[in-house]
């Protein structure tokens, strides 16, 4: 069973910068589709970015180049960078995995069967 820890939540400013990771536990980690969501309250679980296995990457329109998301398989470790942070990115962050055959478009929550427990990103003004 895959399991998920994220880490490097936190308050910032408005501009600052923070870097998400997510551990995963498993030694077949390589081969899964990966990728970060974020929620804020009062609204829907909606999807920042994914990877696949051998690094192809894919964002939400929006955030692409403010966000990188990226992995270390060696690691075992998703990473999600994010400069120019804005209030507006304030929300609980969570770190999905699917696998092993990924799809070309995985920006649905149904698209993920292993979840971490999330970290909250609080961005100040």
């Known amino acids: 069973q895959l399991q998920l820890v994220e880490s490097g939540g936190g308050s910032v400013q408005a501009g600052g910068s923070l870097r998400l990771s997510c551990t995963a536990s498993v030694y077949t980690y390589v081969v899964y589709c990966m990728a970060w969501f974020r929620q804020a309250p009062g609204k829907e679980r909606e999807a920042v970015a994914t990877?696949?296995?051998?690094?192809?990457?894919k964002y939400t329109n929006s955030l692409k180049g403010r966000f990188t998301i990226s992995r270390d398989n060696a690691k075992k470790t998703l990473y999600l960078q994010m400069n120019t942070l804005e209030p507006e990115d304030s929300a609980m962050y969570y770190c999905a995995a699917d696998g092993p055959v990924c799809k070309s478009i995985m920006f649905s929550t149904a698209d993920y069967h292993f979840w971490g427990q999330g970290t909250q990103v609080t961005v100040s003004a």
């Open positions: 990877i696949d296995g051998d690094g192809s990457t």
